[in-house]
Structure formats: C-alpha cells, structure tokens
Nanobody, 122 residues
Framework: QVQLVESGGGLVQAGGSLRLSCAAS????????MGWFRQAPGKQRELVAG???????NYADSVKGRFTISRDNAKNTLYLQMNSLKPEDTAVYYC????????????????WGQGTQVTVSS
C-alpha cells in the first residue's frame, strides 16, 4: 500500500509564500512522474506543475515564474515552492505520483494525496 501525505498549506496574505510538501510512503520500487494539482470551489481540478523522474518540469501558465516544483528522490518527497501568491491561487492542492510497487512487474499506478488547503487573502 502506498500513501501520499501533503503538508504545508495554510492562510497567507497576497504576495506571501508557502512551501508544500508531499511525502510518499509504503511499498515503493520507484516513482516516475509527480505533480501538483489544485481545485478551487466550483472549478475543475487543474494541473499546477509536474516533474519527471529526471527532473524535467512543466508549469501552468498562471504560475510560471512564481511557483517552483522540485523533488527529493532519496526521500520520496515532492515540493512546491509558491511565491508571490495571489487570491486566485486559493484552492485545495493535491499531489500525485506514478509509482511502481512490485519488482516483478513494470506497471505504474497513480496515487493521490488527500489535499491541503491554501488560502490567500487580499
């Protein structure tokens, strides 16, 4: 069984910063791509940023230049550094990861965290 646990959310004023973490634990052989998504009230879940196992990154246009995604493969942990936060960044942030859990098969399974609330006040 694999778990992803996010932390680091909270309430911050516009212009402030937060750092989200997502720790993966359980039966993990390897982790492929990882990503951060967010869902605001009444809106669909959207991709914020993604990172491959090799460190290549991609970002939503709305966060480019403000957010930075990174990962520590030794700790099976994903991060999202969020700077210059805006009220429109308010949402529940979820991490996901494509994980291989069995040495005998080369299948990847996508896991999701439970989400962490980020609220940016104006």
């Amino acid at each position: 069984q694999v778990q992803l646990v996010e932390s680091g959310g909270g309430l911050v004023q516009a212009g402030g910063s937060l750092r989200l973490s997502c720790a993966a634990s359980g039966t993990i052989v390897s982790i492929n791509a990882m990503g951060w998504f967010r869902q605001a009230p009444g809106k669909q879940r959207e991709l914020v940023a993604g990172i491959t196992s090799g460190g290549s990154t991609n970002y939503a246009d709305s966060v480019k230049g403000r957010f930075t995604i990174s990962r520590d493969n030794a700790k099976n942990t994903l991060y999202l550094q969020m700077n210059s936060l805006k009220p429109e960044d308010t949402a529940v942030y979820y991490c996901n990861a494509d994980i291989r859990t069995d040495y005998s098969e080369h299948k990847l399974y996508r896991y999701w965290g439970q989400g962490t609330q980020v609220t940016v006040s104006s």
